[in-house]
Each structure stands twice: as C-alpha cells, then as structure tokens.
DNA sequence: TCAAATACCGAAAACCTTTTCGATTGTTAT
DNA sequence: ATAACAATCGAAAAGGTTTTCGGTATTTGA
C-alpha cells in the first residue's frame, strides 16, 4: 500500500491536480461542489500530502534541528523535553543531535543539518568548541539559531541563558554568610563560558567578602566523567588540605555527588565537617543523601524559552527582517537543602 | 546566500546538471576531465544536495522516527543516546517524539511521523495504549518498525525486549534465598505488558518457594509520578503492615528509591528492618545510600539492538523481501548492592 | 577507408505539490 | 443581443535531483 497522491485523487474525480490542491488549501476559485467531492475521497482514501514535495515546492521543512553535549544528563533532557512538546504542539518536528562534548562531531552536525534543510536550530556548544566558523555559515545561510546554556559570547545571534556569574556568585555568598571560610571550588575546564562565569563569580564572592583566592582550592575537573572526577578531586583534596576546608562549590551537581559519594565512604560527616553547594538541581540532588543544596536551573523552563525564541526568529525572518538577536536570561534560585 | 544547486554547478562549468550529477555520483560515463572540474567547483562552492529533492526522487528520507513516553529518564535517555549516535553514524537523522504516557498523543504522532516519510520507527508504547490501529497501519504502508522495552505482544513486528518476567523471577528468588519472606511487590499500573510480566516473575518465585502470595502486599502505583508514589506506598504498607515486611521488590528503581526516601526518614533501616530491590539500574541507584540493589537493564544496549533490527528490516524491506519480525531478548543481570 | 565499437554527454521524465495565469463557461446588465 | 463580468477550472512551471536512453564524436580493428 502506497500514500495516495493528489494525482490519484484528481484521476478519481476526473478534475485535475490544481483543483484538487485548491480544494484542499480552501482557495475561492472552486466550487462548493468540487470541494465536497474533494474533501470526502481525500478522507476516504486519508490522504496525506508528501512531505518531501512540500519542502521542495515551499522551501521550508517544518523541522528543527537540537544539537546538545549529553542526552543522559537531567538538565538537558529536560530541555530537550520541553523544546520537542512545545515544537510538536507548532506541527514542528525537532532532530536530534548529540555532539558528545565532540567538537568536530558538533560541526559535521551543523553541516548535516544544513544541508537536510532546517528551518532553525538550537544548539548547546560542546566542551572544546572555540572557533566558530560553523556558526558564521548558518548566518551565511540565513538559518535562524540560538545558542542555550553553554554558548559562545562572541558570536551574535539570539541566546538563553542564566546569569551563571551572578548565581555563582549568590551560592558563593550563602556559604560565606553561613560562616564557612575555606572554600573549594570545582571547577570545569578552562573553555566552556559557564565553566569561566562560574569560576568568576566564585572569586567575586570570595573577594567581597575579603577572602583570598587560594588558586590550590581551585581543582579542574575536565575528564567527562563527573562522578568519578568528584571522588577524585575529593580525595586529592584532603590529601592536599587535610580536614581544613570547609566547604566546596561545585559547578555541577554530578561532581558533588562524587564528593559526597567520597566523603561519606570515609566518614566525613556533611555539613558539619565539609558542606557541599552543588550547581543545576537535577532531581537527584533532592534523593540523595544528604541532600544537596544547589542553584535551580531549570531545563524546562530554558528549553520552552529556546524553542519560543527560535520561533520568533523564523517568523521573523519570514517577515524579511533581519535577526532579533535577542538573549533572554533566566532567574535561577538557591535551594538550600542539607549538604549546608 | 542560498544554497548552491546542480543547476548552477551545471551552467558555471558550460554542461548539463544530467552530467554533473553523474560525476559526482561516479558513474563511468563522464571524462575525468570534467569529473574533476565537477568535483573542484562543487568543492570550491561547497554544495551539498538538497535532501527534500532527493527524498522526493529516491522515495526515502534517510531519517528515522523515535517515539517514547518519556525522555526525563534514565533508561529511556540511554536507549535515545544510543540510537541517535549509531543513526548517525550511519548518515541517519532521528526525529524525536514524546508520547508522555498519552495514548491520543502517540496515535498522533505515528501519523504524523507516516506523513513525514520516515524510513523506519522505534516505540515504545504508552502505559494506556490498549488498541494498535495506528501500529497496523505502520504494517499497512509498509514502514518498518521496532517495538522496544514497552511492547504489545499481539502486533507482529520486530521487538526487543528484556525477559521481564525472569529477571523478576530471579531478584525475588535471591531476596527468598537470602531469608526474606514477606516480601511485597510495588507493581505498575494493570496494563502495560513490562507491568504484567515483572508482576508474573514476582508471583512465580514465590510459588516456587511454597510462598503464598498475598494480595495485600501487591501495590500498583500508575500515578506517573514514581518517586512520590515510592513514598506513598511504602507509608500505605507500613500502616497497613507494621513492621512485618521482609521486604520489597520495585517495578521501577525510582518507585524504590521512593521507598527508601520513606524508610530513611522514618528510621526504619535497610536492609535490616526491610530489603529494597528495584528494577533497571539507573546511575542513580548507584549513588544513593543505600545503593539499590536491582535489575540491570541496559539501555545503551536495548537501543543499540533496537536501531540495529531496524536498519536490518529496512535493508530487508529495500531487498523486497518481507518483515523479519525478530525479536531479540537482551540478557539482564541481577547488581547486588546495600539495600538487600 | 569503412564499419564497428567505445567514450562521453544531454534531453527528458519522474518524484509530488503549489500557484500563477489564461481559458472557458455561465451570468448579469445594458 | 451583446458586452462585461463572475465563476470555475486546468495547463504549466517551478522546486532539485536521479537515471534511462538516445545521440554524437572519437577510437579501434580489419
């Protein structure tokens, strides 16, 4: 069984294609009595216009592409989540893509996606993105994008984010106003932009508050496995400072929960010896034990930005006008649970 | 800047489109001479075919469909990730849906994904889908399809599944063996087949052990909402037990780890005043405290063989040969941890 | 030198839909 | 009765690619 055509249809009635086309898309030049014809054997037969045909005849595909770092990671599922529902409610349907912290995996997906046709794209830069020369293309190409969570400053187009600096910032101080001292941060690496505000608002706090920035508390933690790199810097930690630190901010929860994970198996107790502040809130931030405080970044909530701002950039760029370019920036909150 | 076509490939270099596709699809006759300005134009122009036409002419659209129920999932995240990177890496595009447990919605969208063109689907089914006109009509036009993890066993196509009611069998089976007798059963709702299954395993274990099952200890929990539903049943039983519960064996782990949530927080302590065992092995069950004991179902691998039948049954069906309709069984295993 | 074989190329159809524009029929007004 | 007009329809082109088939032009063999 092959999906009828309007051929078919038209062959049928004895009338030709066009009428049956107009017929269907409700223009004026067809008679009421056509159209019933039309309109009853299209139902019959369920007809359903070839997609491909579509995209050829109107230059436009009705998908969008979602190129992210990790599927399986709370966050961005959960982004994922909220841009395919709202896409699917618009009969837009999204492609996805996982870039796998893969920088030249990243650009031979933008490209494929370029060349499949898009209407709008919403990317979250991998790791060890820094030229962006993929990006410049889809400008050159006039397909609208937007850049969520890990993005790049320097290149212009429409962005969602959370102020990373400022949350950081907040958690930093939290602590700080709790009576803890000696901090540690867990940082990212040294590229991704969230990795650098984070770290920069962990100094400002600490430098507010009259603290000085021990760069020995500083530890990098870039091999993509957070769990384990938060056991392991965890533990180097000790070793290198003993029981003398007081706290640690992460810049995600999955690297507190190593530390944690750590801690516990060597019966440091949480808070009372070391607290921990974590970063995103995934949901198992609030089962785990002892629960972990960290900043609220919520996925639903940036992806259903992300898509709503793609829309506006493809209506807008079907009304001819140039990029909005706009970036919305997200609150985030502390949650303050038991690890503080 | 639009996207170079062959036409102007074709008109630049003074030849036919008929030729410059011929050269850059290999065919022996065009001149190396002008394979190679071909190939050094279209290079230089960097063009890249338009895939709505050659969808519409080659009648496939090299992209696949993925429905599920919920993408906030470990197990469901893992198969999507290994599904999306074997697709890709064999220049396959997977458009992404979420059925969120709707029967209405998945319906709808088998048909919007039918319309679309897709070469093949993966699905897993809603917990209330009941009839399968929709997958009938997959059959009707002739799209290849794998139903995995959540399946109906009454429409024929290819599947792969886990042996749901062994792997029940076998963690109620090592809970009897380690001693516990009363052992209660967090099951899902009434319908889907995984639900029935484990349910079935469960029951079997404790027949074959002369242990009479008691209705009262099998809870369904098919709110949708797990982790409140682990803490809710875990206090409904111990109201309505007290303490004389060995045990419990959890459909899902997030049902378990709900449970524990309960426990935890009301001094009751694991394993010793009752065991947990729960069912998938999310990365979370491996963190908590205690760490879940349960039933190791691979997502990565139930995607991978899902994508890999259904790369199979295209092949089959481009071969003109009928469906396969094989269904594979993935091994599971029992990970014995802190809470039994 | 001529016939046959080969190398190379292009026209055209097909995939399916949308939309413009011209054509035909029927209707109204003068 | 004729002109003007409205109503209704269809031909055709366009969107970009693939592939068959036929047609030159060139080379080979005798």
């Not at 009576?179 to 867990?186: E, L, R, S, T």
């Not at 198996?265 to 809130?281: T, W």
Request: include cysteine.
């Amino acid at each position: 069984m092959r999906p009828v055509t309007l051929k078919e249809i038209a062959k049928e009635l004895g009338i030709s294609v066009a009428t049956v086309s107009k017929a269907l898309k409700g223009y004026q030049d067809v008679s009421p009595k056509t159209r019933k014809r039309v309109l009853e054997l299209t139902e019959k037969l369920n007809y359903s216009p070839n997609t491909a045909a579509i995209s050829l005849r109107k230059q436009h595909t009705k998908t969008i592409g979602v190129i992210i770092p990790t599927i399986v990671h709370y966050f961005f599922s959960s982004v994922i989540e909220a841009i395919i529902k709202i896409a699917d409610s618009k009969d837009y349907l999204v492609i996805l893509l996982q870039s796998d912290e893969n920088f030249e995996l990243e650009k031979k997906q933008v490209n494929l996606l370029l060349s499949k046709g898009i209407d709008g794209l919403i990317i979250s830069l991998s790791n060890h993105t820094r030229t962006y020369t993929h990006l410049k293309k889809l400008q050159d190409y006039n397909v609208p994008f937007v850049q969520i969570d890990k993005i790049s400053k320097i290149v212009h187009s429409s962005k969602v984010i959370i102020d990373d600096r400022k949350a950081a910032y907040n958690a930093v101080s939290y602590l700080i106003e709790k009576g803890y001292k000696k901090i540690a941060h867990f940082r990212a690496g040294l590229n991704p932009q969230n990795s650098i505000d984070r770290y920069l608002g962990y100094k400002k706090a600490l430098e507010d508050n009259d603290i000085p920035l021990d760069p020995s508390l500083v530890y990098i933690c870039d091999n993509n496995r957070d769990f384990e790199d938060g056991i392991f810097n965890a533990e180097k930690m000790i070793k290198e400072h003993g029981n003398s630190v007081d706290a640690i901010f992460t810049v995600n929860d999955m690297l507190a929960i190593g530390a944690i994970h750590y801690f516990r198996n060597n019966d440091i107790k949480i808070p009372e010896e070391i607290a921990v502040f974590g970063f995103s809130n995934w949901f198992m931030s609030s089962v785990i034990s002892p629960k972990l405080s960290t900043v609220n970044q919520d996925g639903s909530i940036m992806g259903e930005a992300a898509i709503n701002v793609l829309f506006e950039e493809i209506e807008n760029k079907r009304a001819g006008k140039p990029a909005l370019n706009k970036t919305v920036v997200i609150d985030t909150d502390l949650v303050i649970r038991e690890s503080t």
